[in-house]
Structures are given as structure tokens and as C-alpha cells.
């Protein structure tokens, strides 16, 4: 079965970085394109980041773009969000989420999530 | 950025109640559009993708209805298991954006 686990969250002070990881299985990895969603406690969805099956497209969210850095690697079966000069607001539980084999952005499974807290 | 709304922002039904939460885009997004069930705790689950068409292994009691600007969703018999919050996405132009959710829960 499609299982995806995030890791690496915690707490970390404004300004520093922090790099999530989401271990895929029971899917070909290197076949579906892959999105980071986050959210804020007690708010709603937001999709932060995707990255093709390849690599090779990357999309960001306004919030995050120019700080955060999507990738992955289909030999390890693992996808990446490197998350720099965090700011309170990036506080959320960040969520790992495949995209359905058609469109890449239909959200069919997810992980269980990972927190981060920014905070000094 | 495509600006989604949905209402009732929260709802309160009884068991077997028909309940319907709408969505609306603030431009045309054709039938790019899909529905997530969120419970507390966990994380959300996709439920009806393209507007209207039911994911596999979700219960035939949800349903999704519309296309470019107004979408509903409905669970014909509401269940205790229903309680969720659930939250409608566009897919139709970067960046993707949810709605705010419609908390369900049991009267």
C-alpha cells in the first residue's frame, strides 16, 4: 500500500533552516510527481511546493519561493523540502501529498505530516 | 491567485441528514476542482476529484457536483464517521488554492 512519511520537523529560530523528508513506498516514486502542503495550527490547507516525476518542473508557492527548495531522489525513494530563513509564519504541520498519475496535481495520498515550529 | 470560498463556514446536522456545503472560484476553473475530507488529527483524504467523480473506496453517499465558478458537495445520509472538516482545491491554475474548509459535525 502507498505509504509516505515525513520527517525532520521541530523547533528552529527565525532565520535559520531546516530540511523536511518524506519516504515514499508501495508506488513507483519515480513515476508520480510530489507536493508539500502545509498547515498553520488551527488554520487551513496551502499548498507550498511541487516537483515532477523527473525533477525537472519545480513550482512554488509565493510565500516560500525564493527561500524553500523542492527536490528529490527517485534511487532513495525520498522527496525533500529544504526550508530557509524561516519566519514565524512558516510554522505549520508540513504534509507530503502524490499527485495522481494524470494530471500530477490531484492529491491522492498523503503522509501523516511533520510540525515545524519557528520560534526563538 | 485563483480565490476560493466556501459556505457554511460550519454546520451542525443529524444523523441521515443531507448535507451540502458549497464552493465557489473567483474565476472560471472548467471542472478542476477536487475535495478533500479532513478529521481531526489526521490528514485529509481526497474525496471526489474533477468536480464529480467519486475517488475509489469512498462511500457513494458523497457526491460532487459543477463546473466553471459554482461547485457543491453533498453527503446524502450524514454518518458519525463524518465528522470532518472538508475543503475543496483548485488545480486549475498555479498556485493551487483550498477553500477555508466546512467544519461537520453531529447535532
Known amino acids: 500500500q502507498v505509504q509516505l512519511v515525513e520527517s525532520g520537523g521541530g523547533v528552529v529560530q527565525p532565520g535559520r533552516s531546516l530540511r523536511l523528508s518524506c519516504a515514499a513506498s508501495g508506488f513507483t516514486f519515480s513515476s508520480y510527481g510530489i507536493h508539500w502542503v502545509r498547515q498553520a495550527p488551527g488554520k487551513g490547507l496551502e499548498w507550498v511546493a511541487f516537483i515532477s516525476y523527473d525533477g525537472d518542473n519545480k513550482y512554488y508557492a509565493d510565500s516560500v519561493k525564493g527561500r524553500f527548495t523542492i527536490s528529490r531522489d527517485n534511487s532513495k525513494n525520498t522527496l525533500y523540502l529544504q526550508m530557509n530563513s524561516l519566519r514565524a509564519e512558516d510554522t505549520a504541520v508540513y504534509y507530503c501529498a502524490k499527485g495522481d498519475i494524470l494530471t500530477g496535481y490531484r492529491f491522492d495520498y498523503w503522509g501523516q505530516g511533520t510540525l515545524v515550529t519557528v520560534s526563538s | ?107
Open chain 2, 1 to 107: 491567485d485563483i480565490q476560493m470560498t466556501q459556505s457554511p463556514s460550519s454546520l451542525s446536522a443529524s444523523v441521515g441528514d443531507r448535507v451540502t456545503i458549497t464552493c465557489q472560484a473567483s474565476q472560471d476553473i472548467d471542472n478542476y476542482l477536487n475535495w478533500y475530507q479532513q478529521k481531526p488529527g489526521k490528514a485529509p483524504k481526497l474525496l471526489i476529484y474533477d468536480a464529480s467523480n467519486l475517488e475509489t473506496g469512498v462511500p457513494s453517499r458523497f457526491s460532487g457536483s459543477g463546473s466553471g465558478t459554482d461547485f457543491t458537495f453533498t453527503i446524502s445520509s450524514l454518518q458519525p464517521e463524518d465528522v470532518a472538516t472538508y475543503y475543496c482545491q483548485q488545480y486549475d491554475t498555479l498556485p493551487f488554492t483550498f477553500g477555508p474548509g466546512t467544519k461537520v459535525d453531529i447535532k
